[in-house]
């Protein structure tokens, strides 16, 4: 079984911005690496060989036509947001492009499809003081700069980094004896924006 999450990765430019963002907020926590920096947009968690394969079967079907692809979308990450209960420090937006909501959807679809439980993962991840018929908590788009931070910091630097990507990649998660390591086994394109 391999940990498995769909994502976004920035440009070469945005990934020294965000790396220069962690050592100008110099807070106590851990950086994540450079090479990690994404954007998730479904966390699949472990899956088995057999529903791996269908997920990417049918990301193959959908995207095999340029009319059938994700729309192409941007997304502007300019807050600075601490995740408490995880202890994540990230930078963090809104989803303004109907593009990204329609493809948060499609996602929560395809783990529909091949099987997944979506109701009791997002029960178990809605708090406890929550009656269960509330709405599930909501997709905040961001990127993790620190782990085990505790505080969100008192002065921070202006950043707003618009990530306008051309593809979706699946990438798997692996424990190494230096950190998790995300690596991209597989990426389909966007659809290209229309001029207008």
Not at 56 to 69: E, P, T, Y
Not at 114 to 137: C, F, H, T, W, Y
Not at 145 to 157: C, I, V
Not at 163 to 178: A, G, I, R
Request: hydrophobic share 40%; net charge positive.
């Amino acid at each position: 079984m391999k940990r498995l999450f769909l994502g976004i990765a920035p440009t070469q430019a945005q990934l020294t911005r965000l790396s220069t963002l962690q050592t100008e907020l110099n807070i106590d926590g851990k950086k994540v690496s450079p090479t990690n920096f994404h954007m998730t947009l479904a966390f699949l968690g472990l899956l088995d060989m057999h529903s791996q394969y269908k997920l990417q079967h049918m990301l193959d079907i959908r995207h095999s036509s340029s009319a059938h692809r994700w729309p192409a979308f941007s997304v502007t990450l300019d807050t600075l947001t601490l995740f408490r209960k995880p202890q994540v420090l990230c930078l963090s937006g809104k989803i303004e492009d109907p593009h990204l909501q329609l493809i948060i959807d499609d996602c929560r679809a395809l783990m529909l499809q091949i099987g997944m439980d979506i109701a009791a993962r997002e029960s178990s991840e809605v708090p406890k003081n929550l009656i269960p018929q509330e709405p599930p908590i909501a997709f905040i788009p961001h990127v993790s700069l620190f782990r085990k931070a505790k505080y969100l910091p008192e002065q921070s630097p202006p950043l707003s980094l618009t990530l306008t990507p051309e593809k979706v990649h699946l990438y798997v998660s692996t424990s190494t004896p230096d950190g998790v390591k995300y690596q991209i086994l597989q990426s389909w394109p966007l659809s290209k924006r229309s001029s207008q």
